[in-house]
């Protein structure tokens, strides 16, 4: 192979110049399963680590249909409008399985996608979830480093990917509908709590009543939460992306909660806490893929399973003999 590879020194050279090429292959080298690339990365991802830190990470979800990719796009052209820079990644693992069902279809954010200070991504393909969020937990990293000083996550609202998205913002937006009994759905799911703000979109045109009731609602359901721990009450807007409007509100919202939560030490305290939940998250991932990649623990598996078929075994002594295997 005569053709020059390009340095990691010039990787992260360009990549902390704003260079969006040299970006989008950084976090190409990040989701690439080839073991030499992931150890390029590495290398940027740790050059690029001091720069990073400085944005404010924004998650958004909601079911499909609710308006996101509307949202987000509305959203991030306010945003560039005020001169910020704003990169939009998402986590989607049904995305290895539809070939990216969002952020992988070109006609979505049609105007945010032309504009310079704009930067989307689709999801990482991957066959877990931890996968996925992992290399989206680092892209955030790399796209802060290349300047981007808002981050936005997207992500399906079906699954567990709300949970490894919440884990990795600052700021958690639930999308949501007026009237279909979707309220009570959000609530069951748990999802509710971990928002904080509600966002009841399409407040337009016939709907705008709808949603206003929608609002006291939520307000009221959101009372019956016990307070979050850094002193926030989840607040509950209305908008409509597609008219553009409430999205100010929303902006203005999420400031006054980064100024809160930086003053009193929370925002910090959040940050922390997630980068201890994924010290802990990839520790588990890693074990797991280690003892099951490990061929003599594969060999000793199947004979427990036909041990246990026959009743030789039981599942518990099974999995210690098994555990205990392992160097
Ligand atoms: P996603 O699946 O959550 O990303 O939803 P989309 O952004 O693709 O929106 C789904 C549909 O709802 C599209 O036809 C949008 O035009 C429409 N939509 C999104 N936001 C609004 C809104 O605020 N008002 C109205 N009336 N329609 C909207």
Request: glycine share 8%; charged share 25%; aromatic share 6%.
């Amino acid at each position: 192979n005569r053709r020059k590879q390009v340095s990691t020194d010039t990787f992260i050279e360009k990549i902390l110049e704003g260079d969006i090429t040299f970006l989008s292959k950084a976090i190409t080298l990040i989701e690439s399963t080839n073991s030499k690339h992931q150890e390029k990365a590495n290398t940027i991802l740790n050059a690029c680590m001091p720069h990073a830190d400085k944005s404010i990470r924004i998650g958004i979800t909601g079911v499909p249909g609710v308006g996101k990719s509307t949202f987000i796009e509305a959203f991030g052209k306010y945003l560039t409008s005020l001169g910020k820079k704003v990169a939009v990644l998402a986590v989607d693992p049904s995305s290895s399985i539809n070939k990216g069902s969002i952020l992988g279809d070109k006609t979505r954010m049609e105007q945010l996608v032309t504009d310079k200070n704009a930067f989307i991504r689709p999801s990482p393909s991957g066959t877990s979830l931890g996968g996925v969020a992992q290399k989206t937990k680092e892209s955030i990293l790399l796209c802060e480093a290349a300047g981007f000083d808002t981050i936005i996550v997207e992500t399906v609202g079906v699954g567990q990917s709300e949970t490894a998205v919440h884990a990795m913002v600052d700021f958690f937006l639930l999308l949501k509908l007026s009237g279909a009994g979707d309220e009570l759905q959000g609530i069951k799911r748990g999802i509710i709590e971990m928002a904080d703000a509600i966002v009841i979109n399409k407040a337009d045109g016939d709907n705008v009543k709808n949603a206003k009731i929608a609002k006291v609602e939520f307000n009221r359901a959101l009372h019956l939460y016990p307070p979050k721990e850094n002193g926030w009450q989840p607040k509950v807007m209305i908008a409509s992306a597609l008219n553009n409007s409430g999205i100010e509100d929303i902006y203005t919202m999420i400031s006054e909660y980064i100024s809160t939560t930086k003053k009193s030490g929370a925002f910090e305290n959040r940050r922390n806490d997630q980068n201890k939940h994924w010290l802990y998250t990839t520790i588990n991932d890693q074990l797991k893929k280690r003892f099951y990649e490990n061929p003599k623990i594969n060999e000793l598996l199947q004979k427990e399973i036909i041990n246990l078929e026959k009743g030789k075994t039981t599942p518990f002594n099974a999995a210690n003999n098994l555990l205990n295997n392992t160097d």
